[in-house]
C-alpha cells in the first residue's frame, strides 16, 4: 500500500466487511467498498466473518473432541483440566436454571458459551495484523472478530428465538402458548393488551440477545482501532500503555458476553418449557 | 443545518444518554449488591454470579446505543458527507 490513507479512510477499512453478493448490474463478486456492499442488498455474504465462525467452530468441536478422547482418569493433561472446568461450570449453571428435561440445552449451552468466546477472543489480535496478512494475499478487506458482524450475532438470537417458539409450542401447544401469551399479566378481557405487551416482551428477547452481544463487541473493536490510530501521531508513546489497558478490559468483557449469551439462552428456554399450572 | 454536524450530535446525545443510564443503573446494582454480601458474606459467589447476569441485562440497551452511535459516527457520517 504505497499510498497514505488519511485518518476516516483507515477506520472505514477496519469497518468493512468482505462481502460477497450480486452487485446491482447482475453478476456476483466481492464488493470493493461499503457503498457497493449495501448496493448487493439481501443478496450478499460477509464471508470473513462466516469463515472466521466456522472456522472457529470447527476449531472449539476438534479441541474438545480430543480432550474427550483422550480422556483419563488418572493424572488430567492441561487441556483435559481445562475442558473439564468448562463443562462442570456450564452443567452447575445449567442445572441450576433449566429444572426440566431436554437434552439439547446443556450442550447448546457449552457450545454457545465456548463457541461465542472463541469469536470474541479474536478481537484480542491486534487490529492490524490478520487484515494486513489478508491484504498481502490480495484479500481487500478482512474482519476478523464474527460477533462485530450483526448478521452472527443476530442470526445466533433467531436460532434462539425458533428454538423457544418450538419448545413452547411442543410443551404447551399452539393454544397453550397463544393463550399465554393472552391471557397473563392482566385479566382475559384485556386480551388484546395482553397480547401486545407479551409479544413485545418475546420479540424482545432474541432482539436485545443479538444486540447486546454485537453492541460490546463492536465497540470494543472501534475503541482497538481508535487507539491504533494514535500509532501514526505524536502521541504514539501513549498507544502501547492504552492499548493494553483496553485489552485487558476487554478480556473481561468477552468473557462476561458470552457467559451472558448462554445463561439467556437457557432461562429463556427454562422459560418455554415453563408450564403454568394455575387456572 | 448540515447533515454532518445532525449526525455527529445524534451520536454523541446516543453515547451520553446512554452512559447515564449505565452508570446509575450499575451504580444502583452494586450498591445493592454490597450490601447483600455485607449481610451474608457467605453468599459471596452465588452473588456475584447473579451480579454479572444482571449487569449483562442492565448494560444492554446502553451498550447496543454506544455500537449503534459509534456506527454513525464511523460509518454513516463519512457516506453522508461524500455522497451526501
Keep these: ?279 | 443545518m448540515e447533515l454532518a454536524v445532525l449526525l455527529y450530535v445524534a451520536g454523541a446525545v446516543m453515547l451520553g444518554l446512554g452512559a447515564v443510564g449505565a452508570a446509575v443503573g450499575v451504580g444502583v446494582l452494586g450498591g445493592k449488591f454490597l450490601e447483600g454480601v455485607a449481610r451474608q458474606p457467605e453468599l459471596l459467589p452465588m452473588l456475584r454470579t447473579q451480579l454479572f447476569i444482571v449487569l449483562g441485562l442492565v448494560d444492554a440497551v446502553p451498550m447496543i446505543s454506544v455500537g449503534i452511535a459509534l456506527y454513525v459516527i464511523f460509518a454513516v457520517v463519512p457516506t453522508a458527507v461524500a455522497g451526501g
Design chain 1, 1 to 279: 500500500m504505497a499510498e497514505t490513507e488519511s485518518s476516516s479512510e483507515y477506520i472505514q477499512h477496519h469497518l468493512t466487511n468482505l462481502t460477497f453478493g450480486r452487485l446491482p448490474d447482475g453478476h456476483w463478486a466481492f464488493a470493493d467498498s461499503a457503498a457497493q456492499a449495501q448496493s448487493m442488498g439481501f443478496w450478499s455474504i460477509n464471508v470473513d466473518s462466516m469463515g472466521w465462525a466456522l472456522t472457529l467452530g470447527v476449531l472449539f468441536v476438534f479441541l474438545f473432541g480430543r480432550a474427550a478422547r483422550r480422556a483419563t482418569a488418572g493424572v488430567p493433561g492441561p487441556l483435559q483440566n481445562g475442558v473439564e472446568m468448562i463443562i462442570e461450570f456450564i452443567d452447575d449453571l445449567v442445572g441450576s436454571i433449566f429444572v426440566y428435561k431436554n437434552d439439547l440445552i446443556a450442550p447448546m449451552a457449552l457450545t454457545i458459551f465456548v463457541w461465542v468466546f472463541f469469536m470474541n477472543l479474536m478481537d484480542l489480535l491486534p487490529v492490524d495484523w490478520l487484515p494486513m496478512a489478508a491484504g498481502w494475499m490480495g484479500i481487500p478487506h478482512m474482519k476478523v472478530v464474527p460477533t462485530t458482524d450483526p448478521n452472527v450475532t443476530l442470526g445466533m438470537a433467531l436460532a434462539v428465538f425458533v428454538l423457544i417458539l418450538y419448545y413452547s409450542v411442543r410443551r404447551k401447544g399452539v393454544g397453550g402458548f397463544l393463550g399465554e401469551l393472552a391471557f397473563h399479566p392482566f385479566p382475559k378481557i384485556l386480551a388484546p393488551f395482553n397480547f401486545f405487551l407479551e409479544g413485545v416482551t418475546l420479540l424482545a428477547k432474541p432482539l436485545s440477545l443479538g444486540l447486546r452481544l454485537f453492541g460490546n463487541m463492536y465497540a470494543g473493536e472501534m475503541i482497538f482501532v481508535l487507539i491504533a490510530l494514535m500509532y501514526s501521531s505524536f502521541w504514539a508513546f501513549l498507544g502501547a500503555p492504552m492499548q493494553l489497558g483496553w485489552a485487558l478490559f476487554h478480556v473481561l468483557i468477552i468473557t462476561l458476553q458470552a457467559f451472558i449469551f448462554s445463561v439467556l439462552t437457557v432461562v429463556y428456554l427454562a422459560q418455554a418449557h415453563d408450564v403454568a399450572e394455575e387456572h
